[in-house]
Structures are given as C-alpha cells and as structure tokens.
C-alpha cells in the first residue's frame, strides 16, 4: 500500500499494519515473515530472528514455535514481556509489537500446531542437546543421517517432547512509515477491547 504522507488517517495505519502481520503468516517471500522477537534474559534484552506462524487479530495473539529447550523459555518464565520487530523495505513500513508472551508444550494448541509442521520443520526438535546447549565444535546437533535427509514422519515423533509454541498476545503497535518527504509514525494502544492511536514524531 503506498500512502500519502499528508493524508494518512489512523484507521488506514491500523488496517495496514494487521495486513502486513497477516500476510506474513501467509506469503513465504513477505519481509515480515521472520521478525525480530526479543525477551529479557540475565544480561538484558536477548533478540533473535523467529517464523511468524500464525496472526490471530481477534485475540491479538502471534505464535511462533520454539524448542522447549530454548533459553527463551526459561526467560519468559522469569519475566513475560515481549517485543517483536518487523521491518518491509520494500513498503518501507517498520512494526515494533508489545506484549506478554507465554509458552506451551502440551495441550490442544501445541498439538495442532505440531500436526501442521512438516517434517522438515519438525527435523529442528531432533537435535541434542538442546538449543543453546554448549559445543566443542560448529554442529546443528541432528545426527549425520538426519542431517542429510528428510526424516520420515514416525522419526520426527521423538522431536514431540522439545517442540513448544510460543503466543504472543499484544497490546501495543508502534507504526512507522520510511519517506523522503519526512518520515511519519503512529502508536496504537489497547484500550478495553478498542485500540486508541495518536500520532507519533518517528
């Protein structure tokens, strides 16, 4: 969507930004399909590059998948603040994303959710150790036959236990707009079930 930056109306900033969200979940090749997600870890905010899986407008709520080994499980149960960074170069259109964020790795939800990831996606959960665990050596920690090939499905079933899907529920969107006459941004907040934006100096 290309916008004149002297006739935006916030209702349009808004639309905009649940449409980049929502087409990153579905369109591979969208720039925000892999944003920025960062949590407070020991020494601070700790960032890393995450898939979008899915965008619940509804409930404001995005999943990622994680391993439950992760160090951003232990972070989030320390503390569940969460942000999330996306950026599309192309639109020129920057989203930073506020919210709580909790982790599942039983239940319904993560269920269906391993149900729905291929096998080559579920490969990920067969790594030991763990994500983030030490190494002597640069290693992806799959086994040498597994890392050469596709795993069949039965295989991939011993990845179940380390697989866990992180949801993201938002309150807050800060938009911003990259343009040579200025740049130009707005920040929406919830209020009860209504967001409530104003602009914003980028």
């Given at each position: 969507?290309?916008?004149?930056?002297?006739?935006?109306?916030?209702?349009?900033?808004?639309?905009?930004?649940?449409?980049?969200?929502?087409?990153?979940?579905?369109?591979?090749?969208?720039?925000?399909?892999?944003?920025?997600?960062?949590?407070?870890?020991?020494?601070?905010?700790?960032?890393?590059?995450?898939?979008?899986?899915?965008?619940?407008?509804?409930?404001?709520?995005?999943?990622?998948?994680?391993?439950?080994?992760?160090?951003?499980?232990?972070?989030?149960?320390?503390?569940?603040?969460?942000?999330i960074l996306?950026?599309d170069p192309?639109?020129?259109?920057?989203?930073?994303?506020?919210?709580?964020?909790?982790?599942?790795?039983?239940?319904?939800?993560?269920?269906?959710?391993w149900i729905?990831?291929?096998?080559?996606?579920?490969?990920?959960?067969?790594?030991?150790?763990?994500?983030?665990?030490?190494?002597?050596?640069?290693?992806?920690?799959?086994?040498?036959?597994?890392?050469?090939?596709?795993?069949?499905?039965?295989?991939?079933?011993?990845?179940?236990?380390?697989?866990?899907?992180?949801?993201?529920?938002?309150?807050?969107?800060?938009?911003?707009?990259?343009?040579?006459?200025?740049?130009?941004?707005?920040?929406?907040?919830?209020?009860?079930?209504?967001?409530?934006?104003?602009?914003?100096?980028?």
């Open positions: 969507m290309e916008f004149d930056p002297e006739n935006l109306t916030l209702t349009e900033v808004l639309r905009d930004s649940f449409q980049h969200l929502d087409d990153a979940v579905h369109n591979r090749k969208s720039p925000m399909r892999c944003p920025i997600v960062a949590t407070i870890g020991d020494n601070g905010p700790n960032q890393r590059i995450m898939v979008l899986r899915e965008f619940d407008q509804d409930n404001r709520v995005l999943r990622f998948h994680t391993d439950f080994r992760s160090p951003k499980v232990a972070e989030l149960e320390q503390n569940d603040k969460i942000s996306a950026y192309e639109k020129r259109v920057q989203l930073k994303i506020y919210g709580t964020a909790k982790i599942y790795n039983e239940g319904d939800l993560a269920t269906e959710a729905q990831t291929d096998t080559m996606g579920r490969r990920c959960y067969l790594c030991e150790p763990g994500s983030g665990a030490k190494s002597s050596a640069p290693d992806s920690g799959l086994s040498k036959d597994i890392q050469s090939r596709r795993p069949t499905i039965e295989e991939t079933e011993a990845g179940r236990k380390n697989f866990a899907i992180l949801l993201a529920n938002f309150h807050q969107i800060d938009w911003m707009y990259l343009n040579s006459q200025g740049n130009r941004g707005a920040s929406f907040h919830l209020r009860g079930n209504d967001w409530s934006g104003h602009w914003i100096i980028p």
